[in-house]
């Protein structure tokens, strides 16, 4: 239902649990019936290699990241993913300067270049299909 909302321009919102990442999901669009919770990816050492392994995962990924790697990370996962997998950053999850964007790997990194993020960031990926 959520995807259908989002195709016609209807905004959703979902209430928060105890963790920031349940509600991004949701939001998301992505499918939630299968996936897989990632965190924070490594900052150097292995980060690479575990990129050419995610970009395999057939299920919806969801990572945390941080608001001055954020740009970095979309890029990252355009370029190892594929820049039309489909993703979702959602920010701020229930404060007054929420924001979700929704698109391609290749529009939302566009979207979060041209601006200075802050915030707690959670990034939802789909699975390779």
């Known amino acids: 239902m959520v995807r259908e909302c989002i195709k016609v321009g209807i905004k959703v919102e979902c209430l928060p649990g105890a963790t920031a990442f349940v509600p991004a999901l949701v939001n998301s669009g992505i499918p939630t019936n299968r996936f897989c919770f990632e965190g924070f990816l490594p900052l150097k050492k292995g980060r690479q290699t575990l990129l050419k392994q995610l970009a395999e995962e057939e299920r919806t990924m969801v990572f945390y990241e941080s608001p001055v790697r954020l740009a970095k990370t979309l ?7 594929g820049e039309e997998r489909q993703c ?29 993020v802050k915030g707690e ?7 390779k299909s």
């Open 121 to 127: 960031i959670v990034i939802v990926v789909a699975g």
């Open 88 to 116: 979702s950053v959602s920010r701020e999850l229930t404060k007054m300067f929420e924001e979700n964007k929704q698109g391609s790997l290749k529009e939302v990194a566009a979207h979060f270049g041209e601006k200075v």
């Open 75 to 81: 890029n990252e996962f355009a370029t190892y993913f």
